[in-house]
């Protein structure tokens, strides 16, 4: 059974640095790996989507690795902003023939301060 | 439409009394996705349907839960006598084959 952890769990930082979140996943057979946002009682905002066969992908100051053997992807924003305050979440696509639900982990809670 | 709608946006119901909630996918999108998330951003998949036919179950509890796709109408998601433990933020997500998945803004359930 796929199952995915986000460290950490919450984070708060000072505007303008560099910061890194964790996903990591148990079973490296993924079809794919998403990271979304979710600012509080509101819907998810899909950030990057990664196919399995991609290292990274990039959108404006967010970046997004995949380490498809190891089990990990790392989402790196860059020149935090208040704005960026949110829970991040990632979620994989498990390879199987049956399911195509995502798999989520339990969420980055990340406080930017100005 | 462009959009996974969702509603109602909140939904409130006494223990025992039904739920029903509503998903139009994204036009064009044949995959729809229902979640469940409680609390600590916990979110469990509930079942999914490729057209109007079942896809993957495995998440559903089987006793009172039960959902429909059909042809030119609303996704729908009913609980049958609500329990306090069904309150949570329901959200619908729909995709095109293996893309990623689109979600809705959810709907908010609160039983009492």
């Known amino acids: 059974k796929q199952e995915v952890t986000q460290i950490p769990a919450a984070l708060s930082v000072p505007e303008g640095e560099n910061l890194v979140l964790n996903c990591s996943f148990t079973?490296?057979?993924?079809?794919?790996l998403q990271w979304f946002r979710q600012d509080p009682g509101k819907g998810l905002t899909s950030l990057l989507l990664?196919?399995?066969?991609?290292r990274e992908q990039t959108s404006g100051r967010l970046n997004a690795s995949l380490d498809k053997s190891s089990g990990r992807s790392t989402l790196y924003i860059a020149a935090s902003q208040p704005g960026d305050s949110a829970t991040y979440l990632c979620?994989?696509?498990?390879?199987?023939?049956?399911?195509?639900?995502?798999?989520f982990g339990s969420g980055t809670r990340l406080q930017v301060q100005p | 439409g462009e959009e996974v709608a969702q509603t109602p946006k909140h939904l409130v119901r006494g223990e025992g009394q039904k739920a029903k909630l509503y998903c139009a996918p994204i036009?064009?999108?044949?995959?729809v996705f229902w979640y469940q998330q409680v609390l600590k951003n916990e979110f469990k998949f509930l079942i999914s349907?490729?057209?109007?036919?079942?896809?993957?179950e495995t998440g559903m509890p089987k006793e009172r839960f039960s959902a429909k796709c059909l042809p030119n109408s609303p996704c729908s998601l009913e609980i049958q006598a609500t329990k306090l433990e069904d309150s949570a933020v329901y959200f619908c997500?729909?995709?095109?084959?293996?893309?990623?998945?689109?979600f809705g803004p959810g709907t908010r359930l609160t039983v009492l």
């Open positions: 036009k064009g999108h044949s995959y």
């Open positions: 079973d490296s057979a993924i079809y794919n």
């Open positions: 997500a729909s995709s095109q084959a293996i893309n990623e998945q689109f």
């Open positions: 349907f490729q057209n109007e036919n079942v896809f993957d």
């Open positions: 979620a994989v696509r498990t390879e199987d023939t049956g399911r195509r639900a995502l798999t």
């Open positions: 990664i196919q399995s066969s991609q």
